[in-house]
């Protein structure tokens, strides 16, 4: 079992993230590795993040340095402005699947596996929530994510490996409650014994008939 990762920053992990989102969906070469413009722009949008954040381009520029450091980005010169990409293939050896998985970690966090199995599927398709486990499975062998509730039932949370202790002890507890929302426990519904039912009204229809008729006969003798 690999050792856990080295905690990122709220805002490397939305940088990151960003990045692999941009990788994966842009058309043309043009569109990535990003502008610092750009990189700003697709940290603070609001589809597909959460929470959403107001950032500055000097708030992402002055995260950059740290990131390039660490070897999982960097920076692209010698056109007429400077782009970045990130060098998380190298660095966490993921597949494109794997990748797709960790991405929406990072831009989101914690989520439940149907969540995350609908929203990687846009950027590298993973048909059924079957397949989606054999993909996580290897990524939680090496921490690249944590299983915060038990895999095996429905509404099973997890995040990525980058949290702080606190921050994952606090997903944990939160992931708890959510999961018993998202799975409540199963109540068989009684059984009900219909030709008794039946027999009932029936007795009880004829019952009033007879007060009805008892009734009119008691009119018409007076």
């Known amino acids: 079992m690999s050792e856990p990762w080295e905690p990122l920053s709220p805002l490397h992990r939305r940088i990151l993230g960003t990045l692999i989102e941009k ?6 070469a043009d569109s990535y590795p990003l502008t610092m413009n750009s990189l700003t722009t697709g940290c603070n949008q609001k589809s597909n993040r959460d929470p959403v954040m107001d950032l500055s381009d000097d708030d992402v ?22 782009r970045w990409k990130h060098l998380l293939y190298e660095k966490w050896s993921a597949t494109a699947q794997e990748m797709a ?6 831009l989101r966090g914690p989520q439940s596996v149907g969540d995350l199995r609908g929203r990687a599927d846009r950027m590298s398709a993973i048909a059924t929530l079957e ?4 993909i996580l499975k290897p990524l939680a062998e090496r921490k690249l994510i944590v ?3 038990d895999p095996e039932r429905r509404g099973a ?9 606190d921050e994952l002890a606090h997903a944990k507890s939160t992931a708890g409650s959510t999961a018993s929302l998202e799975a409540p426990p199963r109540v068989s519904a009684p059984s009900v014994d219909w030709d ?5 009204v029936t007795d009880e229809v004829t019952e009033l008939r007879r007060e009805v008729a008892e009734l009119k006969r008691q ?3 007076e």
Request: net charge positive.
């Open 219 to 221: 009119l018409g003798g």
């Open 131 to 134: 397949e989606l486990h054999g």
């Open 157 to 165: 949370m997890l995040t990525h490996g980058f949290h702080t202790a």
């Open 61 to 82: 520029e002055e995260a950059m340095p740290a990131l390039q450091a660490a070897g999982l980005a960097s920076k692209i010169t010698g056109s007429r402005v400077d």
């Open 196 to 200: 008794a039912k039946l027999k009932a």
């Open 23 to 28: 990788q994966k969906t842009s058309k043309s």
């Open 147 to 149: 299983w915060l509730s």
């Open 101 to 106: 998985v960790l991405a929406e970690l990072l």
